[in-house]
C-alpha cells in the first residue's frame, strides 16, 4: 500500500482567493515560558486544501457537519486534463465508464505547480457549466481539482459551484501531487474537521494505491 499527500502545508505564505482569508498564527504558550507549545491559528474553512459543502453557495444547502464521515472516503478517477485550460464535456466522454463507478472524479490539471505565487490565482484551468452538469448526472458525491477554485478565476456567479453544490455534491480544491499517482483510480480520504453549520472545511487530503 502506498499512500500519498495531496494537501499543501497550511502557512502564512500559502495562496489564498482574498487577501482577507490569509492565515494568522499567534503564539499562545511555549516550552521556555510554560513548559508547552500551543499556538492559536486564524483560518478560512476555504483556506489550503478544503472541501466546499453544499451550504457555501446553497441556502440551506447542507453542510460539513451533516454529512457522514464515510462520505469523504472512496474511489477516486483520476483525469488527466493538464493540456486544458477549459474542460469540457469532450474531454471527459471517454472516461464514461470510470466516472460511472467512482465516488470522486479528481481533475489533474498540473496548476499546483505555481502555488504561492500569483500565477495561481490567474488564467487558471476550470471546468465548464455543461460539463459540470454532465458530471453531476453521474452517481458520484464529488469533484476535486488541483486549482484554487473549480470556476473561472474571473467568475462573478460562480456557475459550476453551484451547479454541484445544488445536486448536494462537494467540491475539494486545492489539491497537489496528483503527478504522483500513477494509477487511474485511486482511494480517496479527505475527512474535513466537523465545523458545525460549516460551509467548508480544510482537510489532509491522501491516495491511497496499491
Given at each position: ?18 487577501k ?10 511555549s ?11 486564524k483560518?478560512?474553512t ?8 453544499p ?48 465516488d ?30 454532465w ?76
Amino acid at each position: 500500500m502506498k499512500v500519498t499527500d495531496l494537501s499543501h502545508t497550511i502557512n502564512t505564505n500559502m495562496s489564498t482567493y482574498t487577501k482577507d482569508e490569509r492565515l494568522e498564527v499567534y503564539d499562545l504558550a511555549s516550552i521556555e515560558k510554560d513548559g508547552y507549545n500551543e499556538k492559536l491559528l486564524k483560518i478560512c474553512t476555504h483556506a489550503g486544501t478544503h472541501i466546499d459543502a453544499p451550504s457555501h453557495m446553497i441556502n440551506k444547502g447542507k453542510t460539513i457537519d451533516e454529512f457522514e464521515v464515510g462520505d469523504f472516503i472512496g474511489i477516486a478517477t483520476i483525469i488527466d486534463v493538464s493540456s486544458l485550460n477549459r474542460i469540457n464535456i469532450e474531454n471527459l466522454i471517454s472516461y464514461r465508464d470510470k466516472i460511472n463507478n467512482c465516488d470522486f472524479v479528481i481533475l489533474k490539471t498540473n496548476w499546483d505547480k505555481y502555488w504561492g505565487t500569483d500565477r495561481y490565482l490567474q488564467g487558471f484551468p476550470s471546468l465548464s457549466e455543461e460539463a459540470a452538469k454532465w458530471l453531476c448526472s453521474f452517481n458520484i458525491r464529488g469533484i476535486g481539482i488541483d486549482t484554487i477554485s473549480i470556476d473561472t478565476f474571473d467568475s462573478i456567479d460562480f456557475e459550476v459551484h453551484n451547479v454541484i453544490l445544488s445536486r448536494g455534491k462537494i467540491i475539494i480544491e486545492n489539491l497537489t501531487n496528483l503527478n504522483s499517482i500513477n494509477e487511474d483510480e485511486f482511494t480517496l480520504v479527505a475527512t474535513p474537521l466537523k465545523i458545525e453549520t460549516g460551509d467548508a472545511s480544510p482537510v489532509r487530503a491522501i491516495a491511497i494505491t496499491n
